[in-house]
């Protein structure tokens, strides 16, 4: 499986943005996938998770009711809406997946990884 992470950018404060994670491989929709995000100095940290059905989805309390993850399975993508952003948000952003768990919020359960999207969000 290869990732491919888009769509960050620099954002105002209450502001949106879509992330997108392109994968590839005959496992990738079959793979549960997640995004994690590392902010400059601190450890890299979950964001969200999704099944590789689409039907179960998991959130860190930080982003609830402001982040959706959802996945085309036919089109191999992975997207992270974002709406309400705020500064703490601001960070590179990661997008991962394995076909081994059903889901998982530690860097350590998932094999495969794109390069990051850097989103800045400006107060």
């Known amino acids: 499986v290869q990732l491919q992470a888009s769509g960050g950018g620099l954002v105002q404060a209450g502001g949106s943005l879509r992330l997108s994670c392109a994968g590839s491989g005959d496992t990738f929709s079959t793979s549960t996938a997640a995004w994690f995000r590392q902010a400059l100095g601190k450890e890299r940290e979950f964001v969200a998770a999704?099944?590789?059905?689409?039907?179960?989805?998991f959130y860190t309390d930080s982003v609830k009711g402001r982040f959706t993850i959802s996945r085309d399975n036919a089109q191999k993508l992975v997207y992270l809406q974002m709406s309400s952003l705020k500064p703490e948000d601001t960070a590179v952003y990661f997008c991962a997946a394995d076909p081994g768990i059903t889901m998982a919020t530690l860097t350590t359960w998932y094999r495969y990884w794109g390069r990051g999207t850097l989103v800045t969000v400006s107060s």
């Open positions: 999704i099944t590789r059905s689409g039907v179960r989805t």
